[in-house]
């Protein structure tokens, strides 16, 4: 039903005003500190172009967080009624969008994403932002895919991070414990020094960078969760450690 729903035109364009509001509300209510814009500053403007990452769980306030003045970012969004709407939110917002679904390297299982793999491949090399949430669409929850990875060495373009919380916020029990954020919190945004990827030759070195990428991209989602007073979201499968 919802999908029926969202496939008329004038209800699809209202959900999108709505939900791109609720967007610009929420970001313009909350009292944001920012940690680390001169990593995105020295990189925004190179002609490489970037590979940008979030998880998915984050994804809500990217397309507004992003500096207006940086480099011109496109997301990859699935090719879906929900996919739609997130699509649309985001140009409200001055953010493209590549239509596609995951691409699994190792199964060679295409879902529409190899054709959008090469569509932000050429985005990055004319000096644009790839935005990709490297452990979606469906997890696991914080495990960073080799998707973008093969971006990012492909393209030559440095990978940044970013990451955000707000103290006012509702976590869904979802895969990836999605956070819809509230109006009128703190928040704290925080960007990753750049990364670069090693030559595509070396999987060892590869699979190194993989888990450099992934573990920096938990540290920092951390930080921005403690610095708002909430507690971190733990990825897939790892369990806290027990009481004594």
Known sequence: MANSILSSRPVLSALTGL???YIWLVYRTTRWRVEGEEHLRAVSNSPAGI????WHNRLMLTAAIWPNDAAPARAMVS???DGDLIAGAAARFGAGAVRGSS????K???KGALAAFREMLRHVRQGGCAAVTPDGPRGPRMSFQ???VRLAQVSGAPMIMLAWSTS???RFNSWD???LPLPFGRGRIIWSEPLHAPDRADEAATEAFRQRAEALLIDITAAADAAVGCEPIEPAGLKPEAGP
Do not use: L, P, T, Y
């Open 19 to 21: 939900f791109a509001g």
């Open 108 to 110: 060679r299982r295409d």
């Open 168 to 170: 006012a916020q509702i």
């Open 177 to 179: 414990r999605f956070i």
């Open 79 to 81: 090719k879906s009624a």
């Open 51 to 54: 590979v940008g990452c979030i």
């Open 103 to 106: 691409f699994d390297m190792k």
């Open 146 to 148: 080799e998707g973008a």
